[in-house]
């Protein structure tokens, strides 16, 4: 009997506008399959026309979550500075985010979207292997938490073999007035993350991917 093949899957949460993602195509092309998530229309659509015709590549205009809705709020950066956030109410910047309790100060809670989103935990039960070897891209901007918690609650985090993570706990409400209890309840996250095996450090250096991607550019 044939052996069922391991397939390499590369899934981006929060993958803004497909820029990093043609960064890790092109440093990293042996994955079978490149599995973006991104609930801003207009970057989605931007994502989109980057990839046409690449059948490796797959993109959702939705927003991971710990729970399927057909229409969440998802609140957005409008802002008019050049670089960071764009637009003057019609381009999307950084630091959009479906975290309720995330503060930005180009975000005002008046401001959202309508967007669906998707049970990761579910997506990745359903219809991944064990076996498969999955790298998962995180900057969703404070909804890391609830996702990566709920991920260990389900057993969804076992199909996951390496975590780039953009931390946000140092962004939530509250965290000026106790720090200790958002930078215990991060490490903590972190702590059981790493006792199944990630080598997670818990910052927003040595977790993320598009620092990784920087420093093999500047070596080639």
């Known amino acids: ?55 490796r590549v797959l993109i959702y205009n939705k927003a991971v979550s710990i729970k399927d809705e057909k229409s969440a709020k998802f609140y957005v950066c409008y802002c008019e500075k050049k670089g960071g956030c764009k637009g003057n109410g019609n381009i999307v910047g950084t630091g959009s985010t479906l975290c309720k309790n995330k503060i930005t100060a180009n975000i005002k809670k008046s401001v959202f979207i309508n967007v669906g989103t998707i049970n990761f935990s579910k997506y990745i039960i359903d219809n991944f292997n064990k076996k498969d070897e999955i790298v998962l891209k995180i900057d969703i901007e404070g909804e890391e938490y609830n996702l990566l918690t709920d991920m260990l609650k389900t057993g969804a985090i076992e199909y996951v073999d390496k975590i780039y993570c953009e931390w946000h706990y140092h962004k939530m409400k509250g965290y000026k007035q106790n720090k200790e209890k958002y930078k215990k309840m991060h490490y903590k996250l972190v702590f059981k993350l790493n006792k199944l095996g990630f080598n997670l450090r818990g910052n927003n250096v040595d977790d993320e991917l598009d620092y990784i991607i920087k420093i093999m550019e500047d070596m080639d």
Do not use: H, Q, W
């Open 1 to 55: 009997m044939e052996e069922e093949k391991t397939m390499r899957y590369y899934i981006d949460l929060g993958m803004y506008n497909g820029e990093l993602m043609e960064n890790v195509i092109s440093i990293f092309p042996s994955f079978d399959k490149y599995i973006g998530f991104e609930p801003v229309p207009e970057l989605c659509e931007e994502a989109l026309m980057k990839f046409a015709g690449d059948d």
